[in-house]
């Protein structure tokens, strides 16, 4: 029998949808005092990362929060898609600015990996985050890496996609899904 993806990702360490941590605020990093503790909540959501790489392609790229490895803590990386291209270090990250142009696409969650769901975010947002040192950071993303991190960041807000997805629509079963192991699509206009 095929076990199914959201047992593969509980097997590999990833909380699943109904446990707590979930639905709750991640804790922010005092930094530059916490730094120890931001490098090792880092370290292991990038060891996560590696593992659940090996079991699973992510042809739009892939991210993960602190509290899908049951850690409370504002940490969250993401891997865009692009071949080669350097992972994400979130700390403390807080969505500051969202366009008016959204789309919807459909998202996957590592935390309820059974279904995926048709979600409206924003095109363009822009993100204040904490480094090491203490400062802070502004970046704009767009697109696909905007889904990524806007994902993510609700992760540390204890949202779940599911949570804006339109009122009626449902997430489909996986099963149903054919757009694995391909990008989101944008029309440039």
Same mark, same amino acid.
């Given at each position: 029998?095929?076990?199914?993806?959201?047992?593969?990702?509980?097997?590999?360490?990833?909380?699943?949808?109904?446990?707590?941590?979930?639905?709750?605020?991640?804790?922010?990093?005092?930094?530059?005092?916490?730094?120890?503790?931001?490098?090792?909540?880092? &370290?292991?959501?990038?060891?996560?990362?590696?593992?659940?790489?090996?079991?699973?392609?992510?042809?739009?790229?892939?991210?993960?929060?602190?509290?899908?490895?049951?850690?409370?803590?504002?940490?969250?990386?993401?891997?865009?898609?692009?071949?080669?291209?350097?992972?994400?270090?979130?700390?403390?990250?807080?969505?500051?600015?969202?366009?008016?142009?959204? &789309?919807?696409?459909?998202?996957?969650?590592?935390?309820?990996?059974?279904?995926?769901?048709?979600?409206?975010?924003?095109?363009?947002?822009?993100?204040?985050?904490?480094?090491?040192?203490?400062?802070?950071?502004?970046?704009?993303?767009?697109?696909?890496?905007?889904?990524?991190?806007?994902?993510?960041?609700?992760?540390?807000?204890?949202?779940?996609?599911?949570?804006?997805?339109?009122?009626?629509?449902?997430?489909?079963?996986?099963?149903?899904?054919?757009?694995?192991?391909?990008?989101?699509?944008?029309?440039?206009?």
């Amino acid at each position: 029998m095929d076990v199914r993806p959201s047992q593969r990702m509980r097997d590999l360490g990833v909380v699943q949808r109904g446990a707590g941590i979930l639905t709750s605020t991640a804790r922010p990093f005092d930094l530059p005092t916490e730094r120890e503790e931001a490098e090792r909540v880092v &370290d292991e959501l990038f060891a996560a990362i590696e593992r659940i790489g090996q079991v699973h392609p992510f042809a739009k790229g892939m991210g993960i929060a602190a509290p899908q490895i049951g850690i409370g803590r504002a940490a969250a990386v993401v891997q865009p898609a692009e071949p080669g291209a350097p992972a994400l270090i979130l700390l403390n990250p807080r969505v500051t600015e969202c366009s008016r142009e959204t &789309d919807e696409q459909y998202e996957g969650c590592l935390s309820f990996f059974d279904v995926r769901g048709l979600v409206p975010r924003p095109l363009r947002i822009t993100v204040a985050t904490t480094a090491l040192d203490g400062s802070s950071v502004t970046t704009v993303y767009e697109q696909g890496l905007a889904r990524l991190v806007h994902h993510e960041v609700d992760h540390l807000e204890g949202l779940l996609y599911a949570d804006r997805m339109e009122p009626g629509v449902e997430p489909i079963p996986v099963e149903e899904y054919r757009q694995t192991g391909r990008s989101w699509s944008y029309n440039h206009s």
